[in-house]
């Protein structure tokens, strides 16, 4: 059904659209998500006895590189998905298998931006700098609900496809 194939473009395209979003911030107004960065690796806002504290990353050459690292995999999660979504609307009344070979975009975006969202934010973020311990520069939830998106994104995209008649 072209009903089917549509709402996988859709889907695919708000998620392009949150990453693009993200990244044109990154560029234009980097302050912001940059102090986010820089606080969460440098554990400045955790409480100053805690055990882990020699994780820390304080130099800003490795603080501004892992920024440049999180900003690049939203880059390459909006490029892949955006991709998509002009490679699907092209087939979209296309047999299955080229509408699948279109797919292979979108899964490969949602795959990274899982990367970004849940092994970035969440993983190394959350568990590694103890990002949960912050009252100030917390982004547990924001990041776990992106990973969500992106992750129903992919369980949706992955259902099989088939040929869409008349």
């Given at each position: 059904?072209?009903?089917?194939?549509?709402?996988?473009?859709?889907?695919?395209?708000?998620?392009?659209?949150?990453?693009?979003?993200?990244?044109?911030?990154?560029?234009?107004?980097?302050?912001?998500?940059?102090?986010?960065?820089?606080?969460?690796?440098?554990?400045?806002?955790?409480?100053?006895?805690?055990?882990?504290?020699?994780?820390?990353?304080?130099?800003?050459?490795?603080?501004?590189?892992?920024?440049?690292?999180?900003?690049t995999g939203e880059a390459l999660t909006a490029l892949l998905l955006w991709l998509s979504v002009i490679l699907m609307l092209a087939r979209l009344r296309a047999p299955a298998t080229r509408f699948v070979q279109a797919k292979a975009f979108a899964i490969a975006g949602v795959s990274i931006g899982f990367l970004v969202w849940q092994a970035g934010f969440l993983g190394i973020g959350g568990e590694w700098f103890a990002m949960w311990m912050s009252k100030t520069w917390n982004g547990q939830e924001a990041a776990f609900r992106f990973t969500m998106i992106v992750l129903g994104a992919l369980i949706y995209l992955v259902t099989p496809e088939r040929d869409v008649e008349g």
């Amino acid at each position: 059904m072209v009903v089917i194939r549509l709402s996988k473009i859709v889907i695919v395209a708000g998620v392009a659209l949150t990453c693009a979003l993200a990244v044109l911030d990154n560029i234009v107004n980097p302050s912001e998500n940059y102090s986010f960065v820089q606080h969460v690796l440098s554990m400045d806002t955790i409480e100053s006895g805690a055990p882990i504290l020699n994780r820390a990353i304080t130099n800003p050459t490795l603080q501004k590189a892992a920024f440049a690292v999180i900003v690049t995999g939203e880059a390459l999660t909006a490029l892949l998905l955006w991709l998509s979504v002009i490679l699907m609307l092209a087939r979209l009344r296309a047999p299955a298998t080229r509408f699948v070979q279109a797919k292979a975009f979108a899964i490969a975006g949602v795959s990274i931006g899982f990367l970004v969202w849940q092994a970035g934010f969440l993983g190394i973020g959350g568990e590694w700098f103890a990002m949960w311990m912050s009252k100030t520069w917390n982004g547990q939830e924001a990041a776990f609900r992106f990973t969500m998106i992106v992750l129903g994104a992919l369980i949706y995209l992955v259902t099989p496809e088939r040929d869409v008649e008349g």
